[in-house]
C-alpha cells in the first residue's frame, strides 16, 4: 500500500540489505525502492548495506536528465536516462548530493545520517560485456531485452506494443 515501509515496519531490523539487479534505466524502479530503503534506514538508525552488481547498461551515460517537475516514482533522480552507474554507486550518490527525504530522528545530530555500507565489486570494469545470469524481471527475459529497454520502454505508456505478455518483452 506505500512505497516506504513505515518506521513500525522496520523498527526490530539491525541492518537492511538491497541484493538487487539494476539495469542501469532511471525508470526502472529498483533504484527507486532503493532510495525509500534508504531513507527509512536512516530514519530508523539501521545500517544500509548495498551489493553492488555489474550493470548491464554500464558502457553507457546517454539521454537527458530528468526535469524536476516530471519526478515521480519512475524517475526520482536528477540523472540521465542511461546512468552508466552500478546500484552501490547511486546509493552513494543518493546519500553524497543529499537526495533522501528523511525525518531528522533525535539519535542523530548529522544533516545526512544514513549509516551506508557499499560491498563493491572487485575485478569489474565498465567496458566489460556482461550478461545477467538471471534475468532481473519477467519482463527482461534476456540480453536483447535489456538492450532494448531504454528506448522501447517509453512506448509503454501508449496504445504501442512492446511485446509485454509475450515471450520476446521489450523486443518488438
Do not use: C
Amino acid at each position: 500500500k506505500s512505497r516506504k515501509p513505515s518506521l513500525d515496519q522496520v523498527n526490530k531490523l539491525d541492518v537492511i540489505i538491497f541484493d538487487i539487479q539494476d539495469v542501469g534505466v532511471r525508470f526502472y524502479t529498483y533504484i527507486s525502492s532503493m532510495h525509500y530503503m534508504m531513507e527509512i534506514a536512516a530514519e530508523a538508525d539501521i545500517t544500509f548495506i548495498v551489493f553492488d552488481r555489474p550493470n548491464p547498461n554500464g558502457a553507457f551515460v546517454d539521454g537527458p536528465i530528468l526535469e524536476p517537475e516530471f519526478t515521480s516514482f519512475v524517475g526520482m533522480h536528477k540523472i540521465p536516462l542511461l546512468h552508466g552507474m552500478k546500484v552501490g554507486e547511486l546509493a552513494l550518490m543518493f546519500k553524497g548530493e543529499q537526495w533522501l527525504n528523511t525525518q531528522q530522528s533525535t539519535q542523530h545530530t548529522s544533516q545526512n545520517p544514513l549509516k551506508l555500507k557499499v560491498i563493491s565489486l572487485k575485478n569489474y570494469a565498465r567496458t566489460m560485456k556482461y550478461s545477467l545470469p538471471v534475468k532481473p524481471s519477467p519482463n527482461l527475459p534476456n540480453d536483447t531485452a535489456i538492450n532494448f529497454y531504454p528506448s522501447l520502454g517509453f512506448f509503454e505508456a501508449t496504445p504501442v506494443s512492446i511485446g509485454r505478455g509475450t515471450h520476446f518483452p521489450f523486443q518488438v
